[in-house]
């Protein structure tokens, strides 16, 4: 009976009691925010799910919709066809067939230009798309690198800390008795 006695008196024994008592308290807390978590996205879930049904209702509008169209543009068709061939039973007298030729052929060449113009837009946009992708990848490296340093620092700064303070204490106390060294020791040794 005395050993146990002795132990709930230690003051290290104390303090790992503690420690484990606040580890299950905030694994308490952190199990209760997953829970709260897993709630709110549940709800996200059912929200994505009735956008999704709307927009697969709003795309199948918009499909007849399309359907609708194309069938009064079949239907603009025929009605074209009839009206060339009216036209041409009029006999459309050759200057103005020669004007509308003109003109379509200098909106061709506008078209060409046009195009020339948006292909090299692409381009230049494909090459600006590239950098901003080199540029975000680079940023990445960084920061991971940035991340890794921190935490290589915090590692290493928590056991120094702690050898530091053990050291200081044992510095200061020249004639501290042994029992008191070898708690201080062991403290170094655990952060070792």
Known sequence: MQKTDSLDENPIV?????????????????KQNLKEKELELKEI???SNEKINAAIK??????DKVQLLLDFSNTLERKNE?????????????????KLNKELKEQLVNVSK????????????????????????????????????????HD?????SVIKTAHGI????PKMDIEQRLQYNARIDRAL
Not at 15 to 24: G, Y
Not at 170 to 173: A, D, G, P, S
């Open 14 to 30: 104390k303090e790992l009691s503690n420690v484990a008592s606040n580890a299950f308290h905030e694994l308490e807390l952190t």
């Open 170 to 173: 044992m510095k200061e106390k």
């Open 114 to 153: 046009t195009e020339k113009d948006l292909k090299l837009r692409k381009k230049f946009l494909e090459k600006q798309v590239e950098l901003k992708t080199d540029a975000l990848v680079k940023s990445e490296k960084i920061a991971i690198i940035g991340e890794l340093t921190s935490r290589l620092a």
């Open 82 to 98: 009839i009206l060339e061939q009216k036209n041409k039973e009029f006999k459309i007298k050759e200057t103005t067939y020669n």
């Open 45 to 47: 879930a059912e929200i």
């Open 156 to 160: 290493l700064r928590n056991p120094l």
């Open 58 to 63: 709003t795309n199948q509008d918009l499909q």
